[in-house]
């Protein structure tokens, strides 16, 4: 039987080119046919945040759909192909790996015997043309998407598409570490911009680490838009790193 490691993509392995490109590229074409000044760019995260509120997990990232339907309700025909948007900004002055040597890191994982998977809330058709340009879709085995699935984090479903996954790797508390948790997986939250001080102590330690409660209890109250008062069980994860290349130190 395979033993996967799961990663998140954006965030935790690279950059993708929505908002610094796509989206305001799609608020140029809108505003070049409207004329005006009215920033269509908010009106699609609220359509989005409304629809993660709602339970709707795959449809808030279906963005072609979002967009679709805002220039139709402001009586605009005219169709956005958001698909060919992110292509023309896959490019290295647009996307971007997170840190050097992720690729090694990647190929090591598979020389020690796991298979790598990606959970991804972002649709195959803007995630694998970003994978492509990077050159990470070889170093996975399987690309698990909400339109591929059916489901989209943080649905626990999700998690259940592979089974015997070893660890998951993500940098969201909500939507990676949270949903990982409550499905016995092993977890991995990747920080680049945690306090240096945490570094003296080991990946499975840093967790139960003086402040680090605070810290995650900030992440999540920003991830969930409201004030979290106490942090669940479920949002600590097994391992807090810096780097990816720890994951060679944890994953032996």
Not at 9 to 20: A, E, K, Y
Not at 87 to 116: A, W
Request: glycine share 4%; aromatic share 8%.
């Amino acid at each position: 039987m395979n033993k996967w490691i799961t990663f998140d993509l954006d965030g935790t392995i690279m950059q993708n080119p929505f908002v610094s490109h796509v989206f305001p590229e799609i608020q140029r074409i809108i505003h070049e046919k409207k004329r005006d000044s009215v920033d269509c760019v908010e009106a699609f995260i609220l359509e989005h945040q409304t629809l993660l509120s709602q339970g709707k997990f795959v449809e808030a990232y279906d963005w072609e759909q979002i967009v679709n339907s805002y220039t139709n309700s402001i009586n605009l025909n005219l169709p956005i192909n958001v698909e060919e948007i992110v292509k023309k900004y896959c490019m290295p002055t647009s996307i971007y790996l997170l840190e050097e040597g992720i690729i090694e890191v990647l190929q090591e994982l598979k020389r020690r015997g796991y298979s790598l998977a990606v959970i991804t809330n972002g649709y195959l058709k803007y995630q694998l043309p970003v994978l492509d340009a990077l050159g990470l879709t070889a170093c996975f085995d399987k690309i698990i998407t909400p339109d591929t699935a059916g489901y989209a984090k943080p649905d626990t479903r999700v998690f259940k598409e592979l089974q015997a996954v070893v660890a998951h790797i993500g940098d969201r508390i909500d939507h990676d570490i949270i949903p990982a948790n409550q499905t016995g997986v092993r977890t991995v939250w990747i920080n680049r911009s945690l306090p240096n001080h945490f570094k003296q102590v080991k990946s499975n330690a840093r967790a139960g680490s003086e402040g680090m409660e605070d810290i995650l209890l900030a992440k999540l109250a920003k991830e969930s838009n409201n004030n979290v008062i106490s942090l669940p069980s479920e949002a600590i994860p097994t391992h807090v790193i810096f780097s990816i290349t720890e994951l060679l130190d944890i994953l032996t």
